[in-house]
């Protein structure tokens, strides 16, 4: 299983953006069922739980509830991560991760930078 996230930039504080994950090589059915959720890390910061998707639930970290939206598209295999209403203290690389009792998969992260 690979996968690819993009979607992250430069934007202004109060901007949006949102952030695409791809996932190969996983069939549908396992796609389907897994817990799919976003992480991010700042410099100096550990890696923290952005927002969590799992058999239609969705969790947030209190810092994101009512800014960031946690989706998937099962057909593309995609999780995504609409961010509104962005501040400076959301600026991180952002990881998409899918965890399966096949295994734990990470993508590569994508900058995001809000400027103030």
């Known amino acids: 299983v690979q996968l690819q996230a993009s979607g992250g930039g430069l934007v202004q504080a109060g901007g949006s953006l949102r952030l695409s994950c791809k996932a190969s090589?996983?069939?549908?059915?396992?796609?389907?069922?897994?817990?799919l959720s976003w992480y991010r890390q700042a410099p100096g910061n550990e890696r923290e739980l952005v927002a969590t998707l799992n058999s239609g639930d969705t969790n947030y970290a209190d810092s994101v509830k009512n800014r960031f939206t946690i989706s998937k598209d099962n057909a593309k295999r995609t999780v995504y991560l609409q961010m509104n209403s962005l501040k400076a203290e959301d600026t991180a690389v952002y990881y998409c991760?899918?965890?399966?009792?096949?295994?734990?998969?990470w993508g590569q992260g994508t900058q995001v930078t809000v400027s103030s």
């Open positions: 090589g996983i069939i549908l059915s396992v796609f389907w069922s897994s817990n």
């Open positions: 991760n899918i965890r399966h009792r096949s295994g734990n998969y």
